[in-house]
């Protein structure tokens, strides 16, 4: 992901990089005491820039979500959303989604650009025109969706989105995805 405030961090990130590599290990020789202060400073910063964002996107309690009013799956992990449709799933999806997903991706799945519209993930199926295509699309879709909600995305070590696995059972996550099938945007 390249939003705003990432590329902010990987600047802060950067910058305490080469702090350490230039200043340190080169110029520690020849520092006075009022550069060594100054650069103490803005290491300082760099790292609180690099903290405050790991607060305001990163570590948060997921939400538990009871799902004991949908119809149980079992552990094994459906292929396709056994719920699509079903008013209850939908009305445990919005909540589900409003408390763990929505700072991400948005209030209403309406995203504000850092995080993916999750309201577009089915597009190209409702394009589709061959109906068995299209279904195969959309289970396509809910694999995809159920493998990357389980996995989160981490990548170089840097977590964009946190990992769900163990956290939500599959009821949770399929309501999830009922909820925001509510929410698509018209191909
Ligand atoms: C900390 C922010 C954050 C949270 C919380 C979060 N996500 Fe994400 N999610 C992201 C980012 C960022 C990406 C894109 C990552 C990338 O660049 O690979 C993403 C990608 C996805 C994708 C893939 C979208 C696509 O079009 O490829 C799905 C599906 C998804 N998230 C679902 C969820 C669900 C469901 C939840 C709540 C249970 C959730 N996310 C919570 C940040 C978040």
Same mark, same amino acid.
């Given at each position: ?7 902010f961090v990987q600047l802060a990130r950067? @910058? $305490? ?11 520690? &020789?020849? !520092? ?10 803005? !290491?300082f910063c760099a790292a609180a820039l ?12 997921? $939400? =538990? ?6 119809? &149980? ?9 056994? *719920? ?12 589900? *989604? ?15 650009? !850092? ?12 394009? $589709?025109?061959?109906? =068995? ?16 909600? @389980? ?10 989105? &946190?990992? *769900?696995?163990?956290?939500?059972? $599959?009821?949770?996550?399929? =309501? ?9 945007? =018209?191909?």
């Amino acid at each position: 992901m390249h939003g705003d405030k990432d590329w902010f961090v990987q600047l802060a990130r950067q @910058l $305490q990089r080469l702090y350490i590599n230039l200043f340190v290990s080169t110029w520690r &020789p020849f !520092m006075k005491f009022k550069t060594s202060i100054l650069c103490g400073c803005f !290491m300082f910063c760099a790292a609180a820039l690099s903290s405050m964002h790991a607060e305001a996107h990163g570590d948060v309690t997921p $939400q =538990a979500v009871d799902t004991h009013s949908l119809p &149980p799956l079992g552990e094994e992990l459906r292929t396709e959303n056994p *719920y699509r449709g079903l008013p209850e799933a939908i009305k445990v999806g919005v909540s589900a *989604y409003t408390q763990n997903c929505a700072r991400c991706h948005g209030i209403e799945a309406v995203s504000g650009g !850092m995080s993916p519209d999750l309201r577009e993930m089915d597009s190209e199926c409702l394009e $589709q025109k061959d109906e =068995a295509k299209k279904a195969a699309c959309f289970k396509e879709v809910d694999n995809y969706f159920m493998a990357t909600t @389980l996995k989160g995305r981490v990548r170089n070590g840097a977590v964009y989105m &946190p990992p *769900y696995k163990g956290v939500f059972n $599959q009821e949770a996550i399929w =309501a999830m995805k009922a909820y925001l099938e509510t929410r698509r945007t =018209a191909p």
